[in-house]
């Protein structure tokens, strides 16, 4: 089964830096990643699909790249309000797998 | 407007069978997948399993073996069934329409 690897686990940032954040999955899964955002007490939101495009509504700060086993997703000039859990996906081929997450909060 | 509603007990015995249901609105059963994913206090996320449009079902492996997921498109109803329950499948139960939409999510406590 296909294993998603995030890093780094967690990281302290500044209001208006700009931040990235990884993801590594086991085998090749093409650009069929998803990011998710979620805030305590509350559901995950859709940031980005299909590794690079940005959902409705989500601000251009938020990008994803990459492409097979390496992706990542760049949060530039960090808001206050992006303080929250980034969750990385392999969507579209079963097992949509999750992976491990990563805690962003802010200095 | 797309809404996902899941309901069921918040509470259940270990060994039991959890049966969860998600009750969909603004979209049809037909054409988009639902998935079940979970989130035990405090800790990541998990993806259970889904059922796409044309009724075919996938699951997580290390679940597979107590899971089943079913639908009654004329009630724009999803359900989960998970036999013998631990504690550890204490979680938060969410259904989501693919990647885009996201119930408010159940919690299930197995506990005597």
């Known amino acids: 089964n296909i294993v998603m690897t995030q890093s780094p686990k967690s990281m302290s940032i500044s209001v208006g830096d700009r931040v990235t954040m990884n993801c590594k999955a086991s085998?090749?899964?093409?650009?069929?990643i998803a990011w998710y955002q979620q805030k305590p007490g509350q559901s995950p939101k859709l940031l980005i699909y299909?590794?690079?495009n940005r959902y409705t509504g989500v601000p251009d700060r938020f990008t994803g790249g990459g492409y097979g086993t390496d992706f990542t997703l760049t949060i530039n000039s960090v808001q206050a309000e992006d303080a929250a859990f980034y969750y990385c996906q392999r969507i579209y081929n079963s097992p949509w797998t999750f992976g491990g997450g990563t805690k962003l909060e802010l200095k | 407007q797309v809404q996902l509603k899941e309901s069921g007990p918040g509470l259940v015995q270990p060994s039991q069978t959890l049966s969860l249901t998600c009750t969909v609105s603004?979209?049809?059963?037909?054409?988009?997948?639902v998935h079940w994913v979970r989130q035990p206090p405090g800790k990541g996320l998990e993806w259970v399993g889904a059922?796409?449009?044309?009724?075919?079902?996938d699951y997580n492996s290390a679940l597979k073996s107590r899971l089943s997921i079913s639908r009654d498109t004329s009630k724009s109803q999803v359900f989960l069934k998970m036999n013998s329950l631990q504690t550890e499948d204490t979680a938060i139960y969410f259904c989501t329409r693919g990647t885009t939409t996201w119930g408010q999510g159940v919690m299930v406590t197995v506990s005597s």
């Open positions: 059922i796409w449009s044309g009724g075919s079902t």
């Open positions: 085998q090749n899964v093409g650009n069929n």
């Open positions: 603004g979209f049809s059963l037909t054409s988009n997948s």
């Open positions: 299909y590794a690079s």
